[in-house]
């Protein structure tokens, strides 16, 4: 947001519509410039100057100051020298502790989901498998993103609290990075992924399903390990 313009201006606008019934208007501020963050209309790099906000959003700046500094602490963004707050920009460090994280709390999930999961929340994740396939056959990567984030909507769908909560905020942190998990080398594994964790939960197997969605998350590091090497590689 550092070179604010007109089509920044009326994207904020439509999102913080669309929080307008989160409540207090330091929530509205909060969901809209988290959702600004993982929809890139703010991109990692970006300074977050807290006038330009306040006036794009239409509101003081008293809640925009008190948003950031919730958004601070859940490291969605962060504190600069005499910059204000920016959005981070991921190191390798903060990718691999991600994706440990990611591999926990999924695998948690996964579990628990064999354990609780009825005919309606199974028939939801079989769904969602089948979107990503359609996808992957489509070879239509933004699609297979979407369907991927389905995919564990619904998964950590019968988690409540602690667990749900923790795993969207590392989803979010990562979306800057979002595409390399489905590189071209990486697309049919992935998918296959997703339906042998579909799978070990509709056979009410919990072991194979946290085991599966762990090799999941492992694999998905790898990826975007191999691409941020590549990336520094071309960079030199």
């Given amino acids: 947001m550092a070179e604010q313009n007109g089509d920044d201006w009326r994207q ?5 519509d669309r929080n307008a019934r989160r409540g207090a208007t330091t929530d509205v501020a909060y969901w809209t410039i988290r959702d600004a963050i993982r929809s890139e209309v703010i991109q990692p790099g970006d300074r977050l100057i807290e006038l330009d906000l306040a006036a794009a959003l239409d509101m003081s700046r008293t809640p925009v100051r008190e948003a950031l500094r919730r958004l601070a602490v859940e490291q969605l963004v962060e504190k600069a020298p005499s910059r204000g707050f920016v959005v981070p920009t991921i190191r390798v460090e903060d990718l691999i502790e991600i994706y440990e994280l990611r591999e926990v709390l999924e695998g948690l999930a996964a579990r628990r989901a064999a354990h609780r999961f009825g005919p309606a929340e199974t028939a939801l994740l079989a769904e969602a498998v089948e979107r990503s396939e359609r996808a ?3 070879g239509d990567i933004p699609a297979l993103w979407e369907r991927s984030n389905y995919f564990h909507r619904v998964l950590r769908g019968s988690e409540q609290g602690r667990v749900a909560q923790l ?3 590392l989803l979010d942190a990562h979306r800057s990075l979002r595409l390399h998990e489905f ?4 697309i049919a594994d992935a998918v296959a992924e997703h339906r042998a964790i ?4 509709a056979a009410r197997s919990p072991d194979d399903a946290e085991r599966r969605a762990r090799e999941h998350s492992r694999n998905a590091l790898r990826a975007q390990l191999r691409a941020a090497t590549s990336q520094r590689t071309e960079g030199e």
Avoid: K, N, T, V
């Avoid at 590189?183 to 990486?186: I, K, L, M, Q, S």
């Avoid at 579909?198 to 939960?201: F, L």
């Fill in 12 to 16: 904020l606008r439509e999102l913080r």
């Fill in 136 to 138: 992957r056959d489509a």
């Fill in 167 to 169: 795993l969207a905020l």
């Fill in 183 to 186: 590189g071209p080398e990486r």
């Fill in 198 to 201: 579909y799978e070990a939960i």
